[in-house]
């Protein structure tokens, strides 16, 4: 033993590699310990902000209107308001292919000594797909607004009609002629 501990003071580099190698372990059991505590809470983060809400058509026509009504029941005496809007097509979703093309041309001679040449084009096309398995959208059209529909119970003096005319054709982007209002009864 006593061998054993002259060896290893009498040789530097020795002294050195046994240095590196227990600082090696000491730090590979602290990222270890450390990696799983930041695994199991990081990841879960940054997959909660990665998720992307695959959204129908009824979801986005839903939530537009849910917005409006909200936003047209702060009218001064405005008592209710609902509103439906009527959508031409439905939402249009563009996948990102790999797309793989190779060329080959191939020169053959036959036993009479003609020459044919051979030319070969091959496409491939392949939808990528994320980590989830769900397919990786480069465009996704919205479905077009073709008509809304808005009824309102309204006490005020002021004639809500042409401010509730401008409300709907300004934050949805839609022509007058597609818009109808409907006052009940007050």
Same mark, same amino acid.
Do not use: H, W
């Given at each position: 033993?006593?061998?054993?501990?002259?060896?290893?003071?009498?040789?530097?580099? =020795?002294?050195?590699?046994?240095?590196?190698?227990?600082?090696?372990?000491?730090?590979?059991?602290? =990222?270890?310990?450390?990696?799983?505590?930041?695994?199991?809470?990081?990841?879960?983060?940054?997959?909660?902000?990665?998720?992307?809400?695959?959204?129908?058509?009824?979801?986005?026509?839903?939530?537009?209107?849910?917005?409006?009504?909200?936003?047209?029941?702060?009218?001064?005496?405005?008592?209710?308001?609902?509103?439906?809007?009527?959508?031409?097509?439905?939402?249009?979703?563009?996948?990102?292919?790999?797309?793989?093309?190779?060329?080959?041309?191939?020169?053959?001679?036959?036993?009479?000594?003609?020459?044919?040449?051979?030319?070969?084009?091959?496409?491939?096309?392949?939808?990528? =797909?994320?980590?989830?398995?769900?397919?990786v959208e480069k465009s996704y059209e919205y479905p077009q607004i073709s008509g809304v529909l808005v009824v309102a119970k309204y006490n005020g003096d002021k004639d809500i009609y042409a401010t509730l005319?401008?409300?709907?054709?300004?934050?949805?982007?839609?022509?007058?002629?597609?818009?109808?209002?409907?006052?009940?009864?007050?």
């Amino acid at each position: 033993m006593n061998n054993f501990i002259n060896m290893f003071k009498e040789n530097k580099n =020795l002294k050195y590699a046994v240095n590196i190698f227990i600082l090696l372990v000491i730090i590979s059991l602290i =990222l270890k310990l450390d990696t799983s505590k930041i695994t199991g809470t990081a990841s879960n983060n940054l997959t909660d902000k990665n998720v992307e809400k695959v959204m129908t058509r009824e979801d986005y026509v839903f939530s537009l209107e849910e917005r409006l009504e909200k936003i047209l029941a702060k009218i001064e005496y405005m008592q209710s308001v609902d509103v439906m809007i009527y959508t031409k097509k439905t939402p249009e979703m563009k996948p990102v292919y790999d797309e793989n093309f190779s060329n080959e041309t191939n020169i053959e001679v036959g036993t009479d000594g003609t020459k044919r040449e051979v030319n070969r084009e091959t496409k491939q096309n392949k939808v990528i =797909l994320g980590g989830d398995n769900r397919v990786v959208e480069k465009s996704y059209e919205y479905p077009q607004i073709s008509g809304v529909l808005v009824v309102a119970k309204y006490n005020g003096d002021k004639d809500i009609y042409a401010t509730l005319m401008n409300c709907v054709k300004t934050l949805l982007d839609i022509n007058i002629n597609d818009i109808e209002i409907i006052l009940s009864n007050k």
